[in-house]
């Protein structure tokens, strides 16, 4: 019989493009008893796995194939959530390139192991990142259900015990108390934390907890005294250029984030906000620029959007380069053929044709576009896909896609910029543009509350017809959504079960706990759902 180890039940995977050192990395950890080991030496190959297999720990080369590197890949899977907070990312570098990397990632590894390493060193480090990865389960396994509760309370636990863990614990604390939302709480723990040493990410944690407590000034300012202290804390300069953007600063905001990608070019996130930014200000140069040298870099690369390509020819388009734009769109064609990279470079193509003056060109490709909008693509397609439809004069279509877009996405201040900005660009004034978005909102919020009316009025066939209509159209919004499977909840259990209406009730339940778990009227739904009565298998087979 198998002796069962520590290490010889863990899936390992290893991304390295050298052969000699996928040898060396594979004799290792096969020597250490790593029993079920995958090595590959592209990312394509390592996302390939990642989407059918869990792993324990990633072992992965900083510099890689692809012209893609290790911290690429890092966000790629981090920003997607294909990987669970458990997972043990170990990046591998060379001790010339450690800095360099470091300071370049925002999105960090849990460790670095430097090249050239012992067997021994490695052995010792594998060993300790696996002990805090079991120390930490309970708290990974209820980040990845964003039971940011969960979490708190078992950093507390460990926190008492005062070991060698403290610091690591109350990193995450902070963060935990960021995502519920307790400023005042997030700011005390910083404070303490501070109090003991001056921690870089303590600092920049207290800084978004002035913001969740309102004060945006206080936060800029000590974002400055960060990047003034600690200039190559890239993390600072995306925090920092968001809030300048979220209160309208957007020149400002490009002179930030252009500062960061000067020290560091930085993950495909922050190129892709630095290019829709400079498009949204005029500033199409510099949106080419930054594009175009990133996708030259990751051409092969996994990590890349079609929306990338889109930027890049709305950048040459408006520099009278349509021609140009045509090329960089269909050069994205061939490596994107899903319903939402078809309905932005359709889109895009739209634009390009318009410019030419080929108006027939240009309404086929809004035909295509308009297509492969099936509904529930990204404010970013719908925004593109709205554009086209205005300088064909198409308006009433345009302004269903961009009401969609406010209506789905009620709170977010980036995407409500970004109708205005659309608008602008046809012509329509500021006042124009914010009475737009402003009876987009109005008119969900009307439905929502007749909805909620009938509910309370004991007409809940009409209030679960009226709110289910809105939150099918609307899955993002989820004061819709959740008042749907609330009106479902209370009608299966003052009328009796019914097999379709509880399914949509869940379903509409599943999506509010993907999208926030701490959503405060999941428990109403979920103390009705505990008054319904379902009929045993005999009734149904009866």
């Not at 950048?315 to 734009?325: H, N, V, W």
């Not at 201040?413 to 124009?432: N, W, Y």
Request: with cysteine; hydrophobic share 40%; charged share 25%.
């Amino acid at each position: 019989m198998a002796v069962i180890t520590k290490f010889s039940n863990k899936q390992v995977l290893v991304i390295e493009d050298l052969a000699g050192m996928r040898t060396q990395l594979q004799m290792s950890l096969s020597n250490f008893d790593f029993k079920k080991l995958h090595v590959v030496s592209s990312i394509k190959d390592a996302i390939r796995l990642v989407r059918s297999t869990h792993y324990d720990i990633i072992l992965c080369d900083y510099n890689l194939g692809d012209r893609t590197n290790g911290q690429q890949f890092l966000e790629h899977l981090r920003t997607r959530d294909m990987i669970s907070r458990n997972v043990l990312f170990i990046m591998i570098t060379g001790e010339s390139q450690y800095e360099k990397v470091v300071v370049a990632s925002e999105c960090a590894p849990d460790d670095y192991l430097l090249k050239p390493f012992t067997t021994e060193q490695f052995h010792t480090r594998l060993e300790a990142l696996m002990e805090r990865q079991e120390h930490f389960a309970v708290i990974d396994k209820a980040s990845d259900a964003k039971d940011w509760s969960k979490a708190l309370a078992e950093c507390d636990r460990i926190l008492a015990d005062k070991d060698k863990y403290f610091l690591y614990a109350s990193k995450i604390k902070g963060v935990m108390l960021l995502k519920l939302e307790r400023g005042q709480e997030a700011a005390e723990h910083y404070h303490h934390l501070l109090a003991m040493r001056p921690l870089p990410w303590a600092r920049l944690g207290l800084a978004r907890a002035l913001v969740l407590l309102g004060k945006q000034n206080e936060a800029k300012m000590l974002l400055r005294e960060i990047l003034e202290e600690s200039p190559q804390y890239m993390a600072a300069y995306d925090f920092l250029g968001n809030l300048l953007l979220l209160e309208g600063s957007k020149k400002e905001a490009l002179d930030v984030l252009q500062q960061a990608r000067e020290i560091s070019p930085g993950t495909m996130n922050r190129i892709r906000n630095i290019s829709t930014l400079a498009v949204e200000i005029g500033r199409h140069d510099i949106a080419e620029e930054v594009m175009e040298d990133a996708l030259r870099k990751h051409k092969y690369s996994p990590v890349r959007e079609a929306a990338d390509y889109a930027v890049l020819s709305k950048a040459l388009i408006e520099q009278e380069r349509p021609e140009r734009a045509l090329q960089v769109l269909d050069e994205a064609r061939d490596s994107f053929k899903d319903k939402s990279s078809s309905a932005i470079l359709a889109a895009g193509e739209c634009l390009a044709h318009y410019k030419t003056g080929n108006l027939e060109l240009a309404e086929a490709a809004l035909a295509k576009a308009i297509a492969a909008n099936g509904g529930g693509l990204s404010p970013q397609v719908a925004a593109s896909v709205a554009e086209a439809c205005l300088v064909l004069g198409r308006e009433g279509e345009a302004n269903e896609l961009l009401k969609q877009m406010v209506q789905n996405n009620p709170e977010d201040a980036r995407v409500h910029d970004r109708v205005k900005t659309v608008l602008a660009a046809a012509g329509k004034s500021a006042a124009e543009a914010d009475a737009m978005v402003n009876s987009s909102m109005q008119e969900v919020v009307q439905v929502n509350n007749e909805g909620v009316r009938k509910a309370e009025a004991g007409q809940l066939n009409e209030a679960v017809s009226l709110l289910c209509e809105a939150a099918d159209r609307l899955p993002n919004n989820m004061q819709i959504v959740s008042n749907a499977a609330l009106a479902l909840a209370l009608d299966l259990a003052r009328n009796g079960y019914d097999a379709q209406k509880a399914s949509n009730c869940m379903r509409y339940r599943q999506a509010i706990i993907r999208k926030s778990p701490g959503y405060p009227k999941l428990a109403q739904i979920n103390d009705m759902l505990k008054k319904i009565k379902k009929p045993d298998a005999g009734a149904r087979q009866a």
